[in-house]
């Protein structure tokens, strides 16, 4: 297949941007990551969006974004795989590249929250659950996490602080990105007292959800001009599971994370251990736990005892969140895994300033829907390693 690199990279900051349109948004990040990438000129674009029909009230966003960015007459389409829906569009991205269908392809990930406010945007994002058997009975995210970390409590006799490593890395990262929601660290004191949200999580536990937007601009390497630093897609995965928790066997194992690193990884010709960092799903505390087991980071009951910064921080075994992930940058939503990308490529680029990791040359990115019920992994490497 034709090699497919990262042409160009553009993000917004994530908060709340409440006199900035969904399109405006959108068209912020698309004309950065173009003039990042010399202004190439895509023949598609791949929208990862998850709750704009419910929030915006606008659906059709490929035609949105084209049209509002200058780009009317090219390939346009909107991937909808809720919080996986950054990670879905950056891949269809990818598979048009590498067909050779495509010579360069944008991608954008983009959420507005903030077109709505309380119960609306609960009852939207519940929308990503199976309507009839959970959406339907009430259950939220949050309730839906409560749940597993819970029974991870119970199963694995692990003390509820035993949590509390994933939020103080990720605001410590956080307080070092320009981008982040919250650019402040957070001690363990601040953890241990927080208010509880859904019990046995707290406000530290939960990434907010956020309105921002970013993008990419993929191509051939031999389009672009040499000594352009070039961070190269060596692997990529999407993989789903039972939409619905109660129909898994264990719901503490998310085989889908498993699966999906495993493909990524074997095409990319490595091993999980390979990789320099990993921006996981850590929209709530629990998935930071579970995600580091199922993709062979740590055994089965124990990835916990990696929440600490010799295991997960910046100088750690395996840094993960490495520019504050969903809990200090902010969620947006289906942007997420287009987030992911860029920061891994402003790592990769040795662009990541006060985060910069000293030898960054790999990169897994992964950011999944619901539970784990869609994740999407790849493998970034920066030139040849």
Request: proline letters at 5%; hydrophobic letters at 45%; aromatic letters at 6%.
């Amino acid at each position: 297949m034709t090699e497919v690199v990262i042409a160009g990279i553009g993000q917004t900051p994530v908060g709340e941007h409440w006199n900035i349109s969904l399109r405006e948004l959108a068209y912020m990040a698309v004309d950065a990551a173009l003039n990042d990438a010399g202004r190439l000129q895509p023949q598609a674009l791949f929208v990862g969006n998850m709750l704009a029909p419910q929030l915006s009230r606008q659906a059709h966003l490929g035609a949105l974004i084209a049209d509002f960015a200058g780009l009317t007459g090219i390939e346009a389409a909107t991937l909808e795989a809720g919080g996986a829906s950054g990670g879905a569009a950056l891949r269809a991205a990818y598979m048009a590249i590498a067909s050779g269908q495509v010579d360069v392809a944008l991608v954008v990930g983009v959420e507005k929250f903030t077109d709505q406010i309380g119960p609306q945007v609960e009852t939207a994002l519940a929308s990503t659950f199976d309507s009839d058997y959970e959406a339907e009975q009430g259950l939220t995210p949050a309730a839906q996490a409560a749940l597993l970390m819970r029974r991870y409590m119970h199963e694995y006799q692990v003390e509820r602080q035993a949590f509390a490593g994933f939020p103080l890395v990720a605001h410590a990262n956080g307080a070092g990105n320009p981008n982040a929601m919250f650019r402040k660290a957070v001690s363990l004191e601040a953890y241990c007292r927080a208010g509880k949200v859904s019990e046995p999580l707290n406000q530290f536990d939960v990434a907010p959800s956020a309105d921002g937007a970013a993008a990419l601009v993929l191509t051939r390497p031999e389009l672009l001009p040499p000594g352009m630093p070039l961070v190269r897609i060596a692997g990529s995965s999407l993989v789903t599971d039972t939409l619905a928790l109660h129909d898994r066997p264990d719901p503490l194992d998310l085989e889908a994370v498993r699966i999906s690193v495993e493909r990524a990884c074997k095409q990319a010709g490595i091993t999980a251990g390979q990789v320099d960092l990993f921006e996981l799903n850590d929209s709530f505390s629990i998935y930071g736990v579970l995600s580091l087991e199922a993709a062979g980071f740590a055994e089965r009951g124990l990835g916990w005892k990696l929440a600490q910064p010799e295991g997960i921080g910046r100088d750690g075994l395996i840094p993960v969140s490495t520019m504050g992930g969903l809990k200090a940058r902010g969620s947006p939503g289906g942007a997420t895994g287009v987030y992911q990308a860029v920061e891994a490529v402003l790592q990769l680029r040795q662009q990541a300033g006060a985060n910069q990791l000293p030898h960054a040359r790999r990169a897994l990115i992964q950011c999944f829907a619901g539970p784990a019920s869609t994740v999407v992994t790849h493998v970034l490497e920066i030139n040849a390693i």
